[in-house]
């Protein structure tokens, strides 16, 4: 049962039943008062238990039997309405209105929509025959087509509860039987994904051996953009059409893939002890140029692979700067990607606190002064203050 549905159904069931006092005002005004308690006290009480009661474990087993004590206090207070006024055809309606709502809308089963039904019917001949002599004909016929309503609820409902028990066992054979092929389905998707992942890290891995003496390089960044990309705004986030879960996720593992270009650079400048002369640094931005492309081939043969996607700008514009200064567009703001500017500062932070063939490492602190130094330049100033409050 969804207990969601449920809920709302009976505020709503409420709310339009209020809203009845309405007609009372313009209809019957001088039982206005007497109206408003039974509408009020009589029956408004019973929406409030059901509703409060819904979130009780035994709610489900009280269901229909709370659901036809409402029913059949709406029409017993109808009842009185006919009674004291039995000009007014709109409280006939009524009536007829609950009794076929007990039996096609709320798919009462038969027993509890026959037995509300009846019982409510009773109480008006109760009621009508204490005042036969105050009715006119009028008032004698719609008693009459109250019957034939019940009646024709009665077969209806005894048809449409065979019909949903047959159609029900039908959707529970064919539910079962989706959800076990949408299992299937999730698990393989899992199954690919999983394997996306290892291929990339794997990628990753053999490419950082050719540079890296520090060890666990990708992991430490692919951590640090983990934990910026959390403290994102969500807003932020969808500007680039993905839900904050899947964000997260695919910069954890695409940004393993920032330096994959690194991998046709020739060895005596990627593993240059001293600085890199001007044609030498040319030759190594090309890494992001060469990253990039290579990553597009790849793409053409594993259609919308986020994580292929997402690698592709990191790749290309990690080493891009907030100012423009950058390589290899001088993309300047916001129009570097956000997951570039994410992994910028991680891979900057990683670079400066690891020793590197032309370098000693420097302290965390000092690695942080830095960073802080070349904010609004370098970095996004806005992603600055996230990477400041999680580890200074």
Same mark, same amino acid.
């Given at each position: 049962m969804d207990m969601?549905?449920?809920?709302?159904? @009976?505020?709503?069931?409420?709310?339009?039943?209020?809203?009845?006092? @309405? *007609?009372?005002?313009?209809?019957?005004?001088?039982?206005?008062?007497?109206f408003f308690y039974?509408?009020?006290?009589?029956?408004?009480?019973?929406?409030?238990?059901?509703?409060?009661?819904s979130y009780t474990k035994r709610f489900q087993s009280y269901y229909y039997l709370l659901l036809s004590v409402s029913l059949f206090a709406c029409g017993v207070g109808c009842s009185l309405m006919i009674v004291l006024q039995p000009?007014?055809?709109?409280?006939?309606? &009524?009536?007829?209105?609950i009794i076929f709502a007990g039996f096609f809308f709320t798919r009462l089963p038969f027993f509890f929509a026959s037995s509300c039904t009846i019982g409510m019917l009773i109480f008006h001949i109760v009621f009508f025959l204490q005042r036969w002599g105050e009715f006119d004909s009028q008032?004698?016929?719609?008693?009459?087509? *109250?019957f034939i309503a019940i009646l024709i609820g009665m077969i209806g409902n005894w048809i449409n509860n065979k019909y949903f028990i047959i159609n029900y066992v039908?959707?529970?054979?064919?539910?079962?039987?989706?959800?076990?092929?949408?299992?299937?389905?999730?698990?393989?998707?899992?199954?690919?994904?999983?394997?996306?992942?290892?291929?990339? =890290?794997?990628i990753a891995t053999l490419c950082e051996a050719r540079d890296s003496?520090?060890? %666990?390089?990708?992991?430490?960044?692919?951590?640090?953009?983990? %934990?910026?990309?959390?403290?994102? /705004?969500?807003v932020k986030i969808r500007e680039q059409n993905m839900s904050e879960i899947d964000f997260i996720e695919i910069i954890s593992i695409s940004c393993m893939l920032h330096d994959i270009g690194k991998i046709s650079i020739p060895d005596?400048?990627?593993?240059? /002890? &001293?600085? *890199?002369?001007?044609?030498?640094?040319?030759?190594?931005?090309?890494?992001?140029?060469? &990253?990039?492309?290579?990553?597009?081939?790849? =793409?053409?043969?594993?259609?919308?692979?986020?994580?292929?996607?997402? &690698?592709?700008d990191i790749a290309k514009s990690h080493h891009e700067w907030w100012d423009g200064n950058g390589y290899p567009d001088n993309l300047k703001g916001e129009e570097i990607p956000l997951?570039?500017?994410?992994?910028?500062?991680? %891979?900057?932070?990683?670079?400066?606190?690891?020793?590197? /063939?032309?370098?000693?490492?420097?302290?965390?602190?000092? =690695?942080?002064?830095?960073?802080?130094?070349?904010?609004?330049?370098?970095?996004?100033?806005?992603?600055?203050?996230?990477?400041?409050?999680?580890?200074s």
């Open positions: 969601l549905f449920v809920r709302k159904m @009976i505020i709503i069931s409420g709310l339009l039943y209020c809203t009845f006092i @309405i *007609l009372d005002y313009f209809v019957a005004y001088e039982y206005l008062l007497l039974i509408r009020f006290l009589m029956v408004l009480p019973l929406f409030i238990i059901s509703y409060v009661f000009e007014n055809i709109s409280y006939y309606g &009524g009536m007829f209105l008032s004698t016929y719609i008693l009459f087509f *109250l039908h959707d529970r054979t064919a539910s079962s039987e989706k959800i076990i092929l949408e299992r299937k389905l999730y698990n393989r998707i899992l199954e690919v994904s999983e394997l996306h992942k290892t291929s990339i =890290s794997t003496h520090t060890g %666990d390089h990708i992991q430490r960044i692919s951590k640090y953009c983990e %934990d910026i990309s959390r403290n994102i /705004p969500i005596s400048i990627l593993m240059k /002890p &001293g600085a *890199l002369t001007e044609d030498e640094f040319k030759i190594m931005q090309q890494h992001t140029v060469i &990253g990039s492309e290579t990553l597009k081939k790849i =793409s053409k043969t594993s259609i919308d692979n986020p994580y292929v996607i997402m &690698g592709i997951c570039a500017r994410i992994v910028c500062i991680s %891979d900057v932070y990683d670079a400066l606190i690891s020793e590197r /063939p032309y370098k000693k490492p420097y302290s965390h602190k000092k =690695s942080l002064d830095i960073i802080l130094a070349h904010k609004g330049t370098q970095f996004d100033p806005y992603i600055v203050d996230i990477f400041m409050s999680l580890y």
